[in-house]
């Protein structure tokens, strides 16, 4: 376990705790949000809230063990010997990044065969994206952490062509009133997407110790922030302007 300074203690144990709040109250106000939304549109809502759910409490998990794993007694910040569990963040992604594409579907409202098709192949792509990034997450040497790194960049890339060239032509078949909304929520989700890898990474740089655990924590959490509450909300505007021009 590195040596925090009090300041990188708090900041992680306040980021955790500011996430946790969020994802909560973003479920809820998805589900509740249901009642506004026509049928068809219902189910997008009620994944986006499961999204957030699952995130919650893993969240929750995550800043329990991160409070168990360090002591902290006058300002000063030391290991209490218990292991911080990782392995918390990578169960939450295997079962939400999917659902994230899949939400995306669903409130595009395509043919049943085009929807069936596109969630089996994000999402068992996103799925594969994650199995193949944890063993480098938790490698101790640079190499291995690159190897496993690079296997998990082949279905990330593939899932970033799917969500541009894929649907694209279905994004533009979009109402008009939604259509640069549905473009927004791509755009947030290959955002947010795009930041992951760059934490990833952040053990390449320059920074050791502290500094690395302190930028991976904060900087997945910020990733998570915006892929799973903000677009979220993103799905809950376009589910909504989508069942007033369909439903009235």
């Given at each position: ?20 709040a969020t994802m909560a109250a ?16 219902k189910t997008a809502l009620t ?19 991160w409070e168990g794993a360090y ?178």
């Amino acid at each position: 376990m590195e040596n925090l300074t009090f300041g990188q203690y708090s900041l992680v144990y306040n980021a955790f705790s500011f996430t946790f709040a969020t994802m909560a109250a973003a479920t809820l106000f998805l589900w509740l949000g249901r009642s506004q939304v026509g049928p068809a549109y219902k189910t997008a809502l009620t994944i986006s809230g499961l999204v957030t759910a699952i995130a919650a409490y893993h969240y929750f998990r995550i800043f329990e063990s991160w409070e168990g794993a360090y002591s902290v007694k006058d300002g000063i910040v030391t290991a209490s010997g218990y292991a911080f569990n990782d392995a918390y963040r990578y169960v939450d992604w295997l079962l939400t990044v999917p659902l994230l594409l899949i939400e995306l579907i669903l409130v595009m409202r395509l043919s049943q065969e085009e929807t069936v098709s596109k969630s089996f192949k994000l999402g068992g792509a996103a799925a594969l994206m994650i199995i193949l990034g944890y063993p480098g997450e938790i490698a101790t040497d640079i190499p291995t952490r690159v190897l496993w790194g690079t296997l998990s960049a082949i279905p990330f890339v593939y899932i970033m062509w799917q969500l541009f060239a894929g649907l694209g032509a279905s994004i533009n078949n979009q109402p008009e009133n939604v259509r640069e909304l549905v473009k927004k929520a791509r755009l947030l989700t290959f955002a947010s997407w795009g930041f992951y890898p760059i934490v990833y990474m952040i053990p390449y740089t320059n920074l050791s110790g502290s500094d690395v655990t302190v930028g991976v924590q904060v900087g997945y959490t910020i990733a998570d922030l915006i892929a799973k509450a903000g677009v979220g909300i993103l799905i809950y505007m376009i589910a909504v302007r989508k069942s007033q021009a369909e439903y009235g």
